[in-house]
């Protein structure tokens, strides 16, 4: 079995009853990522296997610490035997380091995962901020507004998210630029 087809059973087991609305904005967010094929090349089923795992920390049996990016990549490590790639994709997804800040695991988060190639990071931001909660496309802008209408100014994701706002918008913006550019060289 692949990445890919390991990543959805996962992730379905965890999230399709116990958070069905979680599970709608998983399978966007792949859907995201399979159209970053073109600019990812060879790890385009890596990106989208991460993508598909990305907010399984969000499961009850799952929270450990209340940073889904970590309780995410500890189970990916611990439990389900994930390569090292798909755990510091998860850990570090959308600019978690600002949320670990927030919540004093920065240095846990550090010393327990690596950072992954900023390439698949931003593209990674990308898929996830321009998914809305029920799997539709947002702008970015929108989805950074539509999770601090949920959260509230005062919660911590939000804060975190506004910490974040130029690490997410600079992401997505690098990545819209890369599938602007081989489109245009396919038609040139």
Not at 73 to 86: F, M, N, S, W
Not at 90 to 97: F, N, Q
Not at 143 to 168: K, N
């Amino acid at each position: 079995m692949g990445h890919i087809e390991w990543a959805y059973g996962l992730a379905k087991d965890l999230l399709e009853t116990t958070l069905p609305r979680r599970w709608a904005h998983t399978q966007g967010v792949a859907g995201q990522a399979e159209t970053l094929a073109p600019i990812l090349g060879t790890d385009a089923d890596t990106l989208v296997a991460a993508c598909l795992l990305h907010d399984i920390g969000y499961a009850p049996d799952l929270v450990d610490t209340g940073m889904h990016q970590l309780d995410g990549a500890r189970y990916l490590r611990d439990v389900a035997g994930a390569d090292e790639q798909l755990c510091r994709l998860v850990a570090y997804h959308s600019c978690a380091d600002n949320e670990a800040r927030q919540r004093d695991l920065l240095d846990v988060l550090v010393k327990e995962f690596d950072r992954e190639r900023p390439e698949l990071a931003r593209a990674l931001t990308y898929c996830d901020m321009t998914t809305g909660p029920d799997g539709r496309l947002l702008d970015v802008r929108d989805r950074l507004a539509e999770i601090h209408s949920r959260y509230g100014p005062e919660h911590v994701v939000s804060r975190s998210i506004a910490d974040a706002t130029p690490c997410i918008v600079s992401s997505v913006r690098a990545v819209e630029a890369a599938l602007s550019d081989v489109r245009q060289a396919d038609v040139g």
